[in-house]
Nanobody, 127 residues
Framework: EVQLVESGGGLVQSGGSLRVSCAVSGFTFDGYAFGWFRQAPGKEREGVSCISTRDGSTHYVDSVKGRFTISRDNANSTVYLEMSGLETEDTAVYYC????????????????????WGQGTQVTVSS
């Protein structure tokens, strides 16, 4: 059974840090692009960051560049999103995604159907 299980969300004060994780199981970790999307109440879902296990490249939406870092642990089939300098605008449900074919640049646009989605983890940043 394919599973992407997010964890690590929670409540943090503005300016604080948080790390969310995505544990992957049910398919081969290598060869996929893994990304993070988020959706805030009343807003459209947006691609935040992506990492390719094919070439190791990382990609970020402009609003999180310099604050968020995506990484992967191949041995444990886990993808991480380290978030620092959190702002109230970062409050959202964060979803982990995976796609075997699409490059990260396409994954993050959020217009293509992606192979797998997680259930999401809530991140709340208080002022």
């Amino acid at each position: 059974e394919v599973q992407l299980v997010e964890s690590g969300g929670g409540l943090v004060q503005s300016g604080g840090s948080l790390r969310v994780s995505c544990a992957v199981s049910g398919f081969t970790f290598d060869g996929y692009a893994f990304g993070w999307f988020r959706q805030a109440p009343g807003k459209e879902r947006e691609g935040v960051s992506c990492i390719s296990t094919r070439d190791g490249s990382t990609h970020y939406v402009d609003s999180v560049k310099g604050r968020f870092t995506i990484s992967r642990d191949n041995a444990n089939s886990t993808v991480y999103l380290e978030m620092s300098g959190l702002e109230t605008e970062d409050t959202a449900v964060y979803y982990c995604v995976a796609d075997q074919v699409l490059p990260c640049t396409v994954v993050l646009r959020g217009v293509a159907e992606l192979d797998y989605w997680g259930q999401g983890t809530q991140v709340t940043v208080s002022s």
